[in-house]
């Protein structure tokens, strides 16, 4: 199972981005999925996330500014982030629980994209 990030960069303060996170492999169940950050001396923190029936849950520094949504057909989970703010600047990472074939034996597992850089600066 690969977790593909990608959408951060450098943006003004309230200003707005979009990442997005691809899921790949022999994928049979998509669980809760959800994007985490770590800004730098920080310790990696849950900004948001979505389970399979849809209930989000969102740090409350970011609720009302994120919203996180998945596409299952495509299975990718999204982050839009408006109202940016320079404390909002971090590497973010992607998660998802995924059920998948290793063979023909169905396993579970917590998966990790790469980080994808966001910064808020004038």
């Known amino acids: 199972v690969q977790l593909q990030a990608s959408g951060g960069g450098l943006v003004q303060p309230g200003g707005s981005l979009r990442l997005s996170c691809a899921a790949s492999?022999?994928?049979?169940?998509?669980?809760?999925m959800g994007w985490y950050r770590q800004a730098p001396g920080k310790q990696r923190e849950l900004v948001a996330s979505i389970s399979s029936g849809g209930t989000t849950n969102y740090a409350d520094s970011v609720k009302g500014r994120f919203t996180i949504s998945t596409d299952n057909a495509k299975k990718t989970v999204y982050l839009q982030m408006n109202n940016l703010k320079p404390e909002d600047t971090a590497v973010y990472y992607c998660?998802?629980?995924?059920?998948?074939?290793?063979?023909?034996?169905?396993?579970?597992?917590?998966?990790w994209g790469q980080g994808t850089q966001v910064t808020v600066s004038s």
């Open positions: 492999g022999s994928i049979w169940s998509l669980n809760t």
């Open positions: 998660n998802a629980d995924v059920g998948y074939y290793s063979g023909f034996i169905r396993k579970f597992s917590s998966s």
